[in-house]
């Protein structure tokens, strides 16, 4: 009787690598079972419904090869996280896939277990479970957060009204123009504090937690900002069958954003671009003193930018009163 | 102001892909929400917990290149119910996360949809969510399994107790002789059929969802083997804090793998490789008719292969009464 490994079996090292890098992103949550057993096992909270989404992210694809692998994690965490907030949800807890290069198989453990760590801290979650496997191929991450909500009111992209606000959170298109500065693609003569403030969006959005959750009641319909401003406000529009008219001139800018612009107007597509974690979200007129008011207690700046009216599609309004035509910012699928 | 769709939007179809391929395994599931949102949102069935797993598959390393790609679904669909077998729980609904190869991903998103659609048939669950983006490497798919159990009686791996019998289902080895079976490994004289039976065995288990629910309630713990018979009878003994002894004689074996060991027993490594997605799980002695009931009304055989004892780690005693030393049978962490 041979005395070798049957060849199939997983290498030696993944129990260690998970009980020295996973087990403590499990902590104390009954739920993990400190991923001792083959499943997690939630006893769901009274009254609520609960929420799931799930991304994927590859290297070299969804992010930069030599990007921190902390970082990596905590965007991973966090567009998921995002998701979660445009649903009025809290964060509970999360599974995570990894398939990793055998030959950085423990640095990628080490650096995405720093990084989860960090915004477990943060955003109250823990780790419940999941799979790591080797890879010959890029590093793929994907991750499925869970949340909760109260039973019945989850918000979501089917519930605008004509005639309804739309508003959206922080500034948007820094996350496009954050990923021109990563490629070292922006004008002469944005300074070197700008190029890091549009980097760092890029590389570390912030899910508006707070503000989703405060929304529950209020918000007619939400998404969170990934593919774009305007293409996610099509999204809306798509699911409660009505169009929707946003004037250019109230989008809110940061200064870098503005900076940029300013060189040169041909940046403004970047600012469509998405990546920015921002919630877009609608509104009946008779609520936006209770939207500014959800705004203030979050904490985050809300910025009324249009109206939903009848039709299909989103429209963009210029500053002199103009129809912006074209395939600008994401109109892929009109 | 330019026209060109900013570089870091998704390819024009991934809206298409869904609607074709994914909308329709949605169904009328409300959880899914036509996956038209952000996220899935569940109420919680009444006085149920719910149980996650996700497990990873990458191509080239958990499954051939040229294996059909509604099988590779179909297996990884599996493995995760496996896992929510050995929970005691039933199947509610699934997020999925692929990451394909451009150049092929029509052909894989079909054929991941059709094997997908059959296997919902048969375990009666729906999509809920999830993602799918391009990768320069091999496809890399990713599925979690949301199931529900009773209350506080999720099975695990941690209850077992001293004097306990350990029980498994079906028959073991199959799956690592499959493997073998695939690679053309196996000994001149195994018949054709018997090398179907095998493959077939790996390339499609059986998760064992009516007898891991019908479990509940007598096990006293389970696992479903993915590592091997021996080495997930050592997940067993170490979160249980026992030893286990196992008679090689008891093991349930399929004619095809007999006939395997007579022509070769350099093989029975492999009947310890794993990759057999039975139930291997114990109960006390009293509860020894209550097993053969349950594994009866779920129609499914059951063997009983030892007992639990004092000690840390499981033994396996062969034909003669000999104790089988050596690193056979994956005890890679003891």
Redesign the interface.
Known sequence: ??????????P?DE??AIARYFKPLAGGDPTA?HL?????????PEG???????????A???FFEDDPKDMVARKLARVNLS??A??G?RPLGY?????LPEGSRVEWLEGLSRGFAADQEIFGWSL????T??????A?L?L????A?A??Q?L???GAGEGDLIFVSGTVGDG?LG?RARKGDLPEGVTADSIKVLESRFLLPTPRMALGQALVGIASAA??IS??VM?DLG?ICE?SGLGAMVSQAALPLSDAARAVLELD??F???I????DYELLFTAPPARRDAVFKAAGMAGIPVAEIGRMEAGSHPRLMDEAGNM?T???A?Y??F
């Open positions: 009787m041979s005395a070798d490994l049957p060849e199939d079996n997983r030696l129990f260690a079972r001792d057993d083959d499943a997690a096992v939630l006893t769901p609520m419904d609960l929420v799931f989404t799930k991304d994927a992210m590859v070299g694809v969804h998701d979660l445009s649903m949800a599974l995570l896939a990894t398939a419940w479970g999941g799979d496997v080797s890879t010959p191929g890029p793929t994907s499925t957060a869970v949340g909500v039973r019945g989850a979501s992209r089917g496009g990923l998404i969170d593919d774009g293409s999204h699911v107007p041909s403004w597509p970047a469509f671009a998405g990546d912006v074209g395939s600008l994401g892929r699928h």
